[in-house]
Each structure stands twice: as C-alpha cells, then as structure tokens.
C-alpha cells in the first residue's frame, strides 16, 4: 500500500514562501506522475503542479511563475518551493502519486495559510 506524507504547510505573510515536501513508501520512479492539489474551502479540488515519469512538469496557471515542483529520487520526496504567496493560495495542499495502472493515491493533506 503506498503511504504519502506531507509535510511543510504553515501560517505565512503574503509575499512569504514555503517549501511543502511529500515522503512516499515506495519508489517514486514507479509512478507514472506525483504532484501536488489544493483544496480552499468551499472549493474543488484542483491541480497545482505535476511532476511526470520522466521528469517534465506541469502547473496551473495561478502558479506558474511563483511555484515549483522537484522530486529526490534518492529519498523518494516531492517537494513544492512556494514563493510570493498569495492569500487566495490559502488550501489544504495534497500529494497525489498515480501509479501505472492508473490507480491514484493521496496524502492526509497539509494546510497553508497566507494572511493578508
């Protein structure tokens, strides 16, 4: 059964930064993609930024620019650098792994909070 954890989130001033990490069970090279959801309250789920197999990755639009998404295969961890953080960036951020039979597996989720 693969395990994500994350870890990371916090309260931060607008403009301020954080780096959300996400430890995985297994070897993460055996997931076809690893990324990084967010939840606000009142909200869907959406994407944030994804990582793929081979290395290219993938943001949502309101992020790009200011997020980043790496991986360590040595200590099978995804990480997400957050920088110029925005109020309406507030969400419960969640890991997602996708293996190859496309089964998808979460995190317990980790709250960030930008204050104004």
């Known amino acids: 059964q693969v395990q994500l954890v994350e870890s990371g989130g916090g309260l931060v001033q607008a403009g301020g930064s954080l780096r959300l990490s996400c430890a995985a069970s297994?070897?993460?090279?055996?997931?076809?993609?690893m990324g990084w959801y967010r939840q606000a309250p009142g909200k869907q789920r959406e994407v944030v930024a994804v990582?793929?197999?081979?290395?290219?990755?993938n943001y949502a639009g309101s992020v790009k620019g200011r997020f980043t998404i790496s991986r360590d295969n040595a200590k099978n961890a995804v990480y997400l650098q957050m920088s110029s953080l925005k109020p309406e960036d507030t969400a419960v951020y969640y890991c997602?792994?996708?293996?190859?039979?496309?089964?998808?597996?979460w995190g317990q989720g980790t709250q960030v909070t930008v204050s104004s």
């Open positions: 990582i793929i197999s081979g290395g290219s990755t």
């Open positions: 297994g070897n993460i090279l055996s997931f076809n993609s």
């Open positions: 997602n792994a996708v293996d190859s039979r496309l089964r998808a597996y």
